[in-house]
């Protein structure tokens, strides 16, 4: 089966910071990657689909980039409201997703 | 707009099964992805499975043939059924909305939590 797997399991920053999540596939599957921010006790919301084009609405400061099985979440400067949990996922037919990548403030 | 909302039993005794339905309001169901993701207390998300009108249905193997996932167009919702629940099915269920091709949920519901415990 297809892996997902994301690093670091939390990164600490502090606002204005450059953020930065990898996300590994365990097999090449293109640029079909999509980028979810969650927040406690709400439902994921979609930053990021086809490895880098941004959802509507989603603040420029986001952006990603990445081919085959290696894929980063860039967060150009942090700002208050993106401590979250984050979480890649493969958008193939099986549609697993990374374990996650919580971001705290520091 | 286009709008989810999940409902159904918060609590299934272990063995039963899990009902859940989501409705959808602001577009048809004949068109788009529509799929269940689930959320274990504390943990990452986990795709259940996924439909489109008239074809093919795509589960998690994890999930060892026990979910089913079935349309009602007349309704405008979709259903998840998961039989021979245990504790470790205990999750907030989420429906959500996928494009074609590519799955990926740009819509999602509010979830709702299902706790298996008798």
Redesign the interface.
């Known amino acids: 089966?297809l892996q997902m797997t994301q690093s670091p399991s939390s990164v600490s920053a502090s606002a204005g910071d450059r953020v930065t999540i990898t996300c590994r596939a365990s097999q090449d599957i293109n640029n079909?990657l999509?980028w979810?921010q969650?927040k406690p006790g709400?439902?994921?919301?979609?930053l990021i689909?086809?490895a880098s084009t941004l959802?509507i609405g989603v603040p420029s400061r986001f952006s990603g980039s990445g081919s085959g099985t290696d894929f980063t979440l860039t967060i150009s400067s942090l700002q208050p409201e993106d401590f979250a949990t984050y979480?890649c996922?493969q958008?193939?037919?099986?549609?697993?997703?990374?374990?996650?990548t919580k971001v705290e403030m520091k | 707009q286009v709008q989810l909302h999940e409902s159904g039993p918060g609590l299934v005794k272990p063995s039963e099964t899990l009902s859940l339905s989501c409705s959808v309001s602001g577009v048809s169901i004949i068109s788009y992805y529509w799929g269940w993701i689930r959320q274990s207390p504390g943990k990452g998300l986990e795709w259940i499975g996924y439909n489109y009108y008239g074809g093919p249905i795509n589960y998690n193997p994890s999930l060892e043939s026990r979910a089913t996932i079935a349309l009602d167009t007349s309704k405008n919702q979709f259903a998840l059924k998961v039989t021979s629940v245990t504790a470790a099915d205990t999750a907030v269920y989420f429906c959500a909305r996928s494009h074609g091709g590519l799955i990926f949920w740009d819509e999602w519901g509010q979830g709702i939590p299902v706790t298996v415990s008798s």
Not at chain 1, 42 to 46: E, F, I
């Open positions: 089966d079909w999509a979810y969650q709400k439902a994921p919301k979609l689909y086809g959802h979480y996922q958008a193939n037919s099986f549609p697993f997703f990374g374990g996650g």
